[in-house]
């Protein structure tokens, strides 16, 4: 996957934990931290709005859909 150069602005605390991090060997350099943290907080956030999202459904609505095709009497339903 191609990469683009960008130019950011860090807290130097921030930045001295990056370099902890690069120094300890858990990642090659600054912009491989950055990567990790930027995706794995971008995951983070995608779930979450997956789940917001998800909460506006209607479950009437979605239970309805999720019964067009099994058989409407409850006697026919396998046993668990």
């Known amino acids: 996957m191609s ?3 960008i130019a950011i602005t860090l807290r130097k605390d921030l930045l001295e934990e990056i370099d902890r991090l690069v120094e ?3 990642f090659m350099n600054r912009s491989q931290t ?3 943290a930027v995706e794995a907080k ?3 956030l995608l779930k979450t709005r997956l789940f917001q999202e998800s909460r506006k459904l209607d479950p009437a609505e979605e239970k309805e ?6 058989p409407m ?4 339903w396998p046993k668990y």
């Open 3 to 5: 990469k683009a150069k």
């Open 24 to 26: 300890e060997g858990m």
């Open 34 to 36: 950055i990567e990790a």
């Open 42 to 44: 971008l995951a983070q």
């Open 65 to 70: 859909l999720a019964e067009e095709s099994l």
């Open 73 to 76: 009497d409850e006697t026919e």
